[in-house]
């Protein structure tokens, strides 16, 4: 026998796939094409309903104006600062404190140490726990409770930072995490201790990550109303937040606050609302894209 009759007999043939399995795979992939398409139609057409009856009433007025009981003048001026105030307090409390976590876990914590798998894992677990969770802790301990600083700015401001702070450690250690040892050793062998390591090279070349972690964190943040409505957060605000105590609400609550309203012209406003928060949101998760983009190094 030749050699290269030696070798195809050696060869040995794959296996085919049985008809059953066939069919299975491609049941399968219809019913994910077919769930995918459901899901897309439901969203392009809760989309076209929101336009729809909402554009008529977006405008200039729905951030210059008040909210009313006439929803001929009705605004969401208050709701529009009140989010502002509020979500620049979550990250004033979550984006400091939840680096700090990461670089904590990564750099200096011992992982073979049980207690630190045993924080690694719970933040990983506070990450899917849902918002009203959060709603019930702040009222009892943070609206009520210890602290009792009631409805206030701070208030919300402090719950959601608890909300997306799990979300911001673990994609700051995600991005950490990312940058080569290489770096890292070359720092420590050139005499550099490891917190100037990590001021001076991990952070900034992990900074891209961070950020787009980080803005995916608040845009999650922004949405929620849930937790709000638990402590209390008011409907109707005649007037913009001023300081850290002052009564509030925001544009999730404002549209939940106008959806229950009989009269036509407030749910065109809820839908105005609706349009600018999608356009808030669209905003901020364009600028972690572009952000990504921009400043992420190839390794």
């Avoid at 899917?128 to 206030?152: D, H, K, W």
């Amino acid at each position: 026998m030749s050699l290269l009759e030696a070798d195809a007999a050696a060869v040995t043939p794959l296996p085919r796939q049985s008809t059953g399995k066939r069919l299975a795979d491609r049941a399968f992939w219809v019913v994910l094409f077919v769930s995918f398409g459901v899901a897309v139609v439901g969203l392009v057409a809760l989309l076209w309903y929101v336009f729809d009856t909402g554009w008529p009433a977006f405008g200039g007025r729905l951030w210059r104006r008040f909210p009313s009981l006439d929803p001929e003048i009705a605004g969401a001026r208050s709701a529009v600062f009140g989010t502002i105030w509020v979500l620049g307090i979550t990250a004033a409390l979550a984006v400091p404190i939840g680096i700090g976590a990461a670089v904590y876990l990564e750099e200096f914590a011992s992982h073979d140490r049980w207690y630190t798998r045993w924080i690694a894992l719970n933040i990983q677990n506070l990450a899917g726990v849902p918002s009203i969770v959060y709603g019930i802790l702040g009222l009892a301990f943070i609206a009520r409770g210890p602290l009792g600083l009631g409805p206030t700015v701070l208030t919300g401001g402090m719950i959601l930072a608890l909300l997306v702070l799990p979300i911001v450690i673990i994609a700051s250690r995600e991005a950490i995490r990312a940058v080569p040892p290489s770096i890292r050793d070359g720092s420590l062998a050139l005499g550099a201790t490891r917190l100037q390591t990590v001021r001076r090279q991990l952070l900034p070349a992990a900074i891209p990550g961070i950020a787009t972690g980080v803005i995916l964190a608040l845009s999650r943040a922004i949405g929620e109303a849930a937790p709000l409505i638990m402590i209390g957060a008011f409907t109707y605000v005649p007037f913009n937040p001023t300081r850290l105590d002052s009564k509030f609400t925001v544009l999730p609550i404002q549209i939940f606050d106008w959806i229950g309203r009989p009269q036509e012209g407030f749910t065109q406003l809820a839908a105005a609302a609706c349009i600018l928060l999608l356009i808030i949101l669209l905003f901020m998760n364009a600028l972690a894209i572009w952000l990504r983009n921009r400043y992420q190094q190839r390794w």
